[in-house]
């Protein structure tokens, strides 16, 4: 199966209104990025995570490592926050998978 | 701050074709990747590249051929080009292995005719 199960596959929110999306790992798994993919198709990293949480404006990820998920919580909402999140897991050694992706849409 | 340059953007080619992309990073990192992204789906690893002339196959290395000759760049050869592999695909680079930030180039977008 899937090494890294992202939910929900899509999500639509109002301006204004907050979220989370989620990641749930399969195997062990030693950090955690954090993606979001616009519409011209650029990867814009948002966060790395090996432990914890971190938080930077609006958004905030976190990161266990023993339960074996990450979350990506984003609050108010914005226009701009529209598009594909992607999170992706550091296994070991140097593999890096994805996720699925949670396509988001804010509306006014 | 680097930059990491795809060429080129879009490559036409032609069934059974032997087609290449190419991948500079100026970060000077280490690592770097090719990854495959069909339309509305994730990213699937095809290889990567710990350091100059080191090649590792992902899960989906077949019909490829990769290259590292340099630490700044990495090249991607579907070796036959077909109608289901019309995709989008995506270089990456980190620092060292899966334990840094990954940072990717814009995309090639393959077209098969």
């Known amino acids: 199966g899937d090494q890294v199960e992202q939910s929900p596959s899509a999500l639509s929110l109002h301006e204004g209104t907050s979220s989370a999306l989620r990641c749930n790992f399969t195997?062990?798994?030693?950090?955690v990025q954090w993606f979001r993919q616009n519409s011209r198709g650029s990867l814009i990293n948002l966060f790395y995570l090996a432990s914890g949480t971190k938080e930077n404006g609006r958004l905030k990820s976190a990161f266990d490592s023993k339960e074996l998920y990450s979350t990506l919580h984003i609050r108010d909402a914005q226009l701009e926050d529209s598009g594909t999140y992607f999170c992706a897991a550091g296994t070991g050694g140097y593999k890096v998978v994805f996720g699925s992706g949670t396509r988001l849409l804010v509306s006014p | 701050g680097g930059i990491i340059t795809q060429t080129p953007k879009f490559l036409i080619g032609q069934e059974g074709q032997k087609l290449t992309l190419k991948c500079q990073q100026n970060?000077?990192?280490?690592?770097m990747y090719w990854y495959r992204q069909d339309s509305g789906k994730g990213l699937r690893l095809i290889y990567y590249?710990?350091?100059?002339?080191?090649?590792q196959k992902g899960d989906l290395s077949e019909g490829y051929d990769a290259s590292r000759e340099k630490k700044s760049s990495f090249s991607l050869t579907v070796t036959s080009a077909q109608k289901n592999e019309m995709a989008v695909f995506l270089c990456?680079?980190?620092?060292?292995?899966?334990?840094?930030?990954?940072?990717f180039g814009e995309g090639s977008r393959l077209i098969v005719v």
């Open positions: 970060f000077n990192h280490d690592t």
């Open positions: 590249s710990i350091t100059e002339n080191d090649l």
């Open positions: 195997t062990t798994t030693r950090s």
């Open positions: 990456a680079s980190s620092r060292t292995g899966g334990g840094n930030t990954l940072y």
